[in-house]
């Protein structure tokens, strides 16, 4: 196969050839193929870059930490959540069995319970309104009055009509008033 | 691509498994032991590609102890366990790109003549018997910077991790997560401005002990 030896490639597909021959085209990969002057030039730049890797490598320290790792790998419990599948299945298992447990309570049940409950409030209110109301006419406890003898007296309306009789008709002065008698 | 290159990188061919693609099925089930290997096996190459991008040995060997850290984390999340050197060189990538930004921030608090500051190495290689070679290295150091310097962010990556990490253009791709054809365009371009500066790299050739 007969290649032009004066058809060189230039130095943009030189290193296309080193970066990635298959993309120069079909003419230039037979020339490369066959030229000894554009292989040695291929040759000059992969010989700078190696040197310059090679440079680099024997001008860098050599490290003599050893790496740690972490005590322990985190055990399969820990690292379960991180696993949405097991997540989402466990998740989905807490709200079956919770659904489960309350449509198996029968319903007649929960609202004889909820009657139950709220008479029992109401009944716990109306006692406690209660003692609220004697505790509003009178703050001190029974003993209290009966220490100070209040609790003997009977302020019923017959005694305070004994005590303080009415001035109508039926009074005593209304009637000696009439009979003429000056009661001062 | 040059088979010449090529043979210097091990990296596996497509179909077939890398060779320590075992080791990080058993690492995967949960073996330490097969984890420690994988360490023994890659902690170099990560600490030379950290060193290469901070170029501060406690810095590098501080970050490849985080980066093994999150790897042994991070493994059950690994799919394709012949990808685990390309997936161990992202994180790395990733954690040099903290480590930068972490850096930038910090000096953003700090006097700007704190870098003209004798640096403790500096006077520590004096005393020592080998203080010239290290000066040089040194010296090489800043004229492989000045090389890669003027390259952009992406071809700068790229290059480094074809020539200096010795990674294949496939793990490149996978590392960098970029389509392989970025990947060689980034390449084409990093190489053409390498190759306005290969006298320099002739001259860090001659001045190598």
Redesign the interface.
């Known amino acids: 196969m007969s290649f032009n030896k004066e058809n060189h490639p230039n ?2 597909q030189l ?7 298959a ?1 120069l085209p079909d003419s230039i990969r037979e020339h490369l193929s066959l030229c000894p002057r554009c292989r040695a030039g ?2 000059k ?2 010989q ?6 090679q ?9 003599h ?1 050893i ?4 005590v322990d ?1 985190p055990s399969k419990i820990y690292r379960w959540p991180h696993d949405w599948r097991i997540s989402f299945g466990a998740i989905a298992a807490a709200a079956l069995i919770i659904f489960t447990i309350w449509f198996s309570i029968p319903k007649t049940i929960i609202i004889e319970d909820t009657f139950s409950i709220m008479a029992e409030i109401s009944w716990e209110d109306d006692d406690f309104m209660t003692e609220i109301s004697t505790l509003a006419e009178n703050v001190l406890p029974k003993i209290y009055m009966d220490i100070i003898g209040e609790s003997y007296l009977s302020l019923d309306d017959e005694f305070i009509k004994f005590a303080v009789p009415d001035l109508g008709t039926d009074s005593l002065s209304h009637r000696q008033r009439r009979k003429g008698v000056k009661l001062c | 691509m040059s088979p010449r290159i090529q043979e210097n990188f091990n990296a596996p061919a497509n179909g077939i498994d890398a060779p320590w693609s075992p080791l990080v099925k058993r690492a995967k089930a949960g073996s330490r032991s097969a984890f420690a290997e994988l360490v023994d096996l890659f902690q170099d190459d990560i600490f030379k590609m950290v060193f290469y991008r901070t170029q501060t040995q406690l810095d590098a060997e501080d970050i490849t102890q985080e980066v093994f850290m999150q790897a042994f984390r991070k493994l059950s999340g690994l799919k394709k366990v012949d990808r685990f050197k390309s997936w161990l060189f992202s994180i790395a990538i990733n954690r040099v790109r903290d480590f930068n930004r972490k850096k930038r921030f910090q000096s953003l608090f700090q006097p700007s003549d704190a870098g003209n500051d004798i640096k403790p190495s500096d006077t520590q290689i004096c005393d020592q018997p080998e203080a010239i070679d290290e000066l040089m290295k040194q010296d090489l150091w800043k004229q492989i910077g000045l090389i890669i310097d003027k390259l952009s962010r992406m071809e700068r990556e790229v290059f480094l991790l074809r020539f200096l990490d010795l990674l294949s253009i496939r793990e490149i791709s996978s590392a960098l997560k970029k389509s392989e054809s970025t990947i060689k365009t980034h390449l084409y371009r990093a190489l053409r401005k390498f190759r306005k500066n290969s006298s320099t790299l002739q001259s860090l050739k001659e001045e190598m002990p």
């Open positions: 130095e943009d290193i296309w050839a080193i970066v990635d021959e993309k291929i040759k730049i992969e700078d870059l190696n040197n310059l890797g440079t680099a490598r024997q001008l860098a320290p050599a490290t930490r790496i740690s790792l972490p790998k």
